[in-house]
């Protein structure tokens, strides 16, 4: 009964990811989906109470893997010989691209089809949420090399995190080749690691 259960769950998620694409959360049908499955619209709100809380299960993936990968490449223990290592921020930005392809639907649907949705905020939510992992980040960093400068504008923390999202708003907007990828990717990380070694005041090894 609960393989029965969780196969109809991932049917509900999966359809309605296709419907939210294809219409956008305000003209999306539950009774769409629930045609698509095989099921009735009162079947859905057995798992799910709304359409928003059906579309904010659709995105979690993509929510829950983009804060882990923030909080995961940001911790106590992170070193900054690692963090100014182009070798290093090149694994990250390539764990970074792998997550955006992994998700990209998802992303889309996040970022360019949400309005009406509590999904909408995520962009507002997301850049929040990362500035003050930064800022906290940073208070570790000068704790641990009270040599460097962290004196940084918290809203140039901010930019740069709103910035990260349209980074990945326009590689899911753009049909790119792995070549134009890997260029970009390169590219980002040079202006990266030279970017945040300047502003430490610290040279790159």
Not at 26 to 53: C, F, H, M, P, Q
Not at 79 to 97: C, F, G, R, V
């Amino acid at each position: 009964m609960q393989i029965l259960k969780d196969n109809i769950k991932k049917a509900i998620l999966e359809e309605a990811k296709k419907e939210f694409l294809s219409k956008g959360f305000n003209d999306a049908s539950l009774r769409s989906i629930a045609s698509n499955v095989g099921i009735s619209v009162s079947t859905i709100y057995s798992y799910y109470k709304n359409k928003d809380e059906l579309m904010t299960a659709v995105c979690m993936p993509f929510v829950n893997a983009a804060n882990e990968m923030t909080i995961s490449h940001h911790t106590a223990d992170t070193n900054i010989d690692d963090m100014l290592n182009p070798k290093t921020q090149l694994e990250s930005a390539k764990a970074l691209i792998d997550m955006v392809k992994k998700y990209r639907d998802i992303i889309r649907l996040i970022l360019f089809r949400s309005e009406g949705s509590t999904m909408n905020n995520f962009r507002d939510d997301y850049t929040d949420k990362t500035t003050a992992h930064i800022l906290w980040f940073f208070g570790k960093m000068k704790m641990k090399y009270p040599q460097i400068n962290t004196d940084i504008s918290n809203f140039f923390i901010h930019a740069n995190c709103a910035w990260m999202i349209s980074i990945i708003g326009e590689i899911v907007s753009h049909d790119l080749s792995d070549d134009e990828i890997n260029k970009f990717t390169n590219d980002y990380v040079k202006y990266s690691t030279n970017g945040w070694a300047s502003l430490f005041g610290v040279a790159i090894k």
